[in-house]
């Protein structure tokens, strides 16, 4: 439907433009003519005056005038445009009339007002003449000749082209504008089977690509472009679909574990109060973690349907690190670890929100403590190297193997699920921290050895000045 409206629009623009062009071309045929059919009689008017002069050049001296009035009947009934012409002498004398003219009487004016020659129309019994007048001189007398032709057969013809451009203009213009039509349908019938192409694929079926016509134009690059687009649909639809089996599957385990321990306390109703205290300590402890779980999910969807923006502003990225790290400690301490904080007196400017990058910090200190047995030890720094603010969170734990290090920030990726999980992780922090290092314009990267430990750092552009 769409593609008949743009095929329409496209034969009506044709229109339009074909139609002021044959206006156009019309209007200035029709002038041209009409130039050159004056032009032609003008050029006849000028030939009959030369030949009346070179008449009386040779004539004049011998003969009377009424014999000159003779030889002019006979000589000028043979000319073209028949005897129309008269000649007068300087004082007015007739030396010869033809008789349409001299019946109505047509004035000439006299050599002496003559300054140069003439062409004029005018209306003589119903028909338009084109008189034409010339001041000669004949063995040294002045004369004025006036020639004279009727214009019918040049405006018949006039007419008859006019009527012929009349009648094949609008003849001319339905043909090509049905050619338009017809050239734009056929150009643009790929479009209508590209969206019928398109109109089939659905989240059903979204691994559907169209064809690519090799045309090497537009209609092959409309198609590239879609099938990219699809190809980039599939992928995040794909990524939904796995984050919504992650999470329902990520939050089913503490539920049912919520739900059994308060099952089993509710089972024997005999029990000593501090069982009930256990398992509602439990209950508890799972709860909060889930909500943590549930925190972090909203978050990431907020995230994908880009709701969640962060405010950057310029701040002191060592005040940042100083305050997560007051955090991270209390952190480490309580697992039994030991913490170090390496922070370079003078501050560093970068432009971030304080409190997102602080809580990425705090998901590298919290991952540190928690993957680092009793004993061992966290370190966290900043310093700026290379125009970049470098923060680094490094331990001395168990370390990731390479073979796992390039998915630590995918969702719900865990080393050791069970392991993880104890520890209360849902394999969400990482993914959140790149989120959040990503919106920034900076990089987060972690290297690691397997029981030896790792070293995640962020980096962020140093603001000059
Ligand atoms: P979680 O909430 O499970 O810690 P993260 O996304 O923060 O999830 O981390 C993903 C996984 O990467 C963790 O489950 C853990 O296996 C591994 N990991 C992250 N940081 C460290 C670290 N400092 N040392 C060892 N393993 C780590």
């Given at each position: 439907m769409r593609s008949r409206s743009i095929g329409f629009r496209l034969a009506a623009w044709y229109f339009l433009v074909f139609a002021s062009g044959v206006a156009a071309f019309s209007i200035i045929a029709w002038f041209a003519m009409r130039a050159s059919l004056y032009h032609a009689t003008d050029e006849a008017l000028e030939d009959r005056v030369r030949g009346v002069q070179s008449f009386m050049e040779r004539q004049i001296a011998s003969l009377s005038i009424p014999e000159i009035r003779d030889e002019f009947r006979e000589h000028s009934v043979?000319?073209?445009?028949?005897?129309l012409f008269q000649v007068a002498d300087a004082g007015g004398e007739w030396l010869y009339r033809s008789v349409p003219l001299e019946n109505n009487n047509v004035a000439i004016t006299l050599p002496a007002a003559l300054a140069s020659s003439r062409f004029e129309t005018a209306p003589v019994q119903g028909h338009v003449l084109r008189f034409y007048s010339q001041r000669i001189v004949v063995h040294g007398k002045p004369y004025t000749v006036q020639v004279a032709t009727t214009m019918d057969e040049a405006f018949e013809a006039l007419e008859r082209f006019r009527v012929m451009l009349l009648l094949a203009s609008p003849l001319l213009l339905i043909a090509a504008s049905a050619g338009g039509y017809w050239i734009s349908s056929r150009a643009l019938s790929p479009v209508d089977a590209i969206s019928r192409a398109a109109n089939r694929i659905s989240i059903e079926n979204l691994a559907e690509r169209l064809n690519v016509p090799k045309t090497g134009d537009q209609l092959q690059r409309l198609s590239e472009t879609l099938n990219a687009m699809l190809a980039r649909l599939e992928a995040s639809v794909r990524r939904m679909i796995q984050f919504t089996a992650d999470a329902s599957h990520e939050l089913r385990a503490p539920v049912s574990l919520i739900r059994t321990t308060a099952e089993i306390a509710a089972m024997?109703?005999?029990?000593?109060?501090t069982e009930y205290l256990t398992a509602l300590d439990e209950i508890h402890e799972e709860a909060v973690r889930t909500s943590q779980v549930v925190d972090s999910l909203m978050l990431l969807a907020r995230a994908d349907s880009a709701k969640e923006t962060l405010e950057c502003i310029p701040v002191d990225a060592a005040a940042v690190v100083r305050s997560a790290a007051e955090q991270g400690e209390r952190l480490a301490r309580s697992r039994g670890v030991r913490f170090r904080l390496n922070l370079a007196a003078e501050p560093v400017p970068v432009q971030a929100d304080p409190e997102a990058l602080r809580r990425a910090l705090l998901i590298l200190m919290d991952n540190a403590a928690k993957y680092t047995p009793e004993g061992g030890s966290v370190e966290v720094g900043l310093e700026a190297r290379n125009g970049q603010a470098v923060a680094w969170v490094s331990d001395t734990g168990m370390g990731i193997a390479a073979a796992d290090l390039p998915h630590v920030?995918?969702?719900?990726?865990?080393?050791?699920k069970a392991r993880s999980r104890e520890q209360g992780?849902?394999?969400?922090g990482l993914s959140i921290a790149k989120w959040i290092v990503d919106m920034h314009g900076g990089t987060i990267s972690g290297q690691s050895e397997i029981g030896k430990g790792s070293v995640f750092e962020i980096k962020l552009t140093v603001e000059k000045g």
């Open positions: 043979l000319g073209p445009g028949g005897d024997n109703r005999d029990r000593p109060a920030f995918d969702r719900f990726w865990r080393a050791d992780g849902a394999g969400l």
